[in-house]
């Protein structure tokens, strides 16, 4: 894709990069990226997407924007109380980047209306805060054969991985899906809320700029993506870690017994 004049000056530090220049830049320009949720992971990842240049954003959210949020989801200000978050945000894409198009979905997403959502797009990334969402958009990115950025939260730590479970390994061996690493969401009850438990404010912002690096990485193609590999981020001793994993051969969405029906 051709890039504008203005386009050029505000990419700047991007085109001087070997690894990114006029062809990445190029990607990032053309990409559809659907980001879910606009809260603590989504409020950087979205503005980090917006000020490199990612085409097209859509944001799936339908909260409204309360006192509580501020602390962590710096997309939002205190003229936002109220708002629906997904306006709130695209409000923010626009005065940061107004080449961006944001697309508003101020819905909940579901198994029933994952599919032709994430179909839409090229790329998810995932910043939901609950287990139900997480395992909706694996799922359908799946079926929908579109590559998974999805991170989560806890008080002090957070976790970061990619998942192309529609693609294969150099060996030939599936890609692990979403469903390989965690394999049942936790019993009710046993992981509190945030509201409960809390979250540092700034680990949020730690792992959504994690998350945009994982997102511009793959769009403009280069480096080594997180498949099969877990990064875990400990902010009390600001260690990061990487826990590697593959693909079970019994998960219900590309495992043998799958197969086999």
């Known amino acids: 894709m051709a890039l504008a004049p203005d386009e050029i000056e505000r990419y700047a530090r991007h085109l001087v990069l070997a690894e990114v220049g006029g062809p990445g830049q190029g990607r990032l320009k053309a990409a559809r990226v659907l980001v879910i949720g606009a809260g603590g992971l989504g409020a950087p990842l979205i503005q980090y997407l917006a000020a490199a240049g990612i085409g097209t954003i859509g944001i799936v959210d339908d909260d409204t924007v309360s006192l509580s949020n501020l602390q962590r989801q710096v997309i939002h200000g205190t003229p936002d109380l109220g708002r629906q978050k997904v306006q709130s945000a695209a409000d923010a894409v626009a005065r940061l980047n107004p080449r961006v198009t944001v697309v508003p979905h101020p819905l909940r997403i579901g198994p029933d209306n994952a599919v032709e959502l994430i179909a839409g797009y090229d790329l998810v990334a995932d910043g939901s805060d609950n287990f139900a969402t997480r395992y909706a958009v694996s799922d359908a990115c799946f079926q929908a054969g579109r590559p998974l950025v999805t991170a989560a939260l806890g008080r002090f730590d957070g976790t970061l991985t990619t998942i192309r479970a529609h693609e294969t390994g150099p060996d030939g061996t599936p ?34 700029s994690l998350m945009a690096m994982e997102v511009i990485r793959a769009v403009a193609g280069f480096g080594e993506p997180l498949v099969g590999r877990l990064l875990m981020v400990d902010a009390r001793s600001m260690r990061f870690e990487t826990l590697r994993y593959g693909w079970d051969p019994d998960n219900p969405l590309s495992g043998t017994r799958r197969s086999a029906e």
């Not at 009710?188 to 959504?208: D, F, N, R």
């Open 175 to 208: 890609n692990p899906t979403y469903r390989c690493l965690f394999p049942n969401p936790p019993p009710p009850g046993s992981v509190p809320a945030c509201a409960e438990a809390g979250v540092l404010g700034a680990l949020a912002g730690v792992m959504g």
